[in-house]
């Protein structure tokens, strides 16, 4: 091994094994399906396109939250995060929501950031309760130390789940203080709040193999004209 391989082997942070998450299929209200489904390390610069436009959308922070998301997930793909994992929603293959989180240890889950492409329809909150499913029903965790950046995401997972206050923790991300998803506060939730089933049909899970983004202009449109759960 080369001196600089050695270096980055030190760079590295330690991996913890982690289950992966098993393709889902949610019917939205609008009757299209949408494949719910885990990435890999070399589909980020896909995702990372998608982001980039919505950096400079002031709209429900979506500046903020996809400035964050892209950071978060290039260092996914540079092992510059700890446990990090990411899903996405998929729509015929095309790209509608996107979650990211990571482990802390076995007992604690972070949540980092729920971004939604496709607006109208609550990708957002099955995205969001999706990557809730992951850590309380895959990892097995007690709980997740949550944040919200916009009054939309304090609605939708602080008073929709509800969610504790937890403000003796400080979030990784900063700002206020954690709010946690506890295990009873998630199973009492779910039959409300979490949606999809397994297996995903064939020819539904072959479609979602490739991520399709939607174009940048159709993007900023749906961000920018349609009312939703944001990001």
Not at 65 to 79: D, I, M, S
């Amino acid at each position: 091994m080369s001196n600089v391989d050695e270096l980055e082997a030190l760079l590295r942070p330690p991996a913890m094994e982690m289950p992966p998450y098993p393709p889902k299929v949610i019917t939205l209200a609008s009757g299209e399906q949408m494949v719910v489904r885990q990435i890999d390390r070399d589909e980020v610069p896909t995702l990372l396109k998608a982001i980039a436009p919505l950096i400079w959308v002031e709209r429900d922070f979506y500046d903020v939250v996809a400035a964050r998301l892209f950071g978060e997930l290039l260092a996914y793909k540079r092992y510059r995060v700890r446990d990090e994992y990411c899903l996405v929603g998929l729509i015929d293959g095309v790209l509608a929501g996107i979650v990211n989180g990571r482990a802390v240890n076995g007992d604690v889950g972070m949540s980092y950031h729920t971004i939604t492409i496709r607006r109208g329809l609550r990708v957002g909150s099955h995205m969001f309760a999706a990557k809730m499913e992951y850590h309380m029903e895959y990892l097995n965790q007690k709980e997740v130390l949550i944040v919200a950046e916009s009054p939309i995401g304090f609605r939708r997972w602080m008073i929709e789940y509800p969610l504790q206050k937890k403000y003796e923790v400080q979030h990784e991300l900063g700002g206020v203080p954690s709010w946690t998803l506890t295990r009873d506060t998630y199973f009492k939730a779910k039959p409300r709040l979490v949606s999809g089933r397994r297996p995903v049909p064939p020819e539904l899970l072959e479609r979602a193999k490739t991520i399709t983004l939607p174009g940048e202009e159709t993007v900023k449109a749906q961000v920018l004209g349609e009312k939703g759960e944001g990001a």
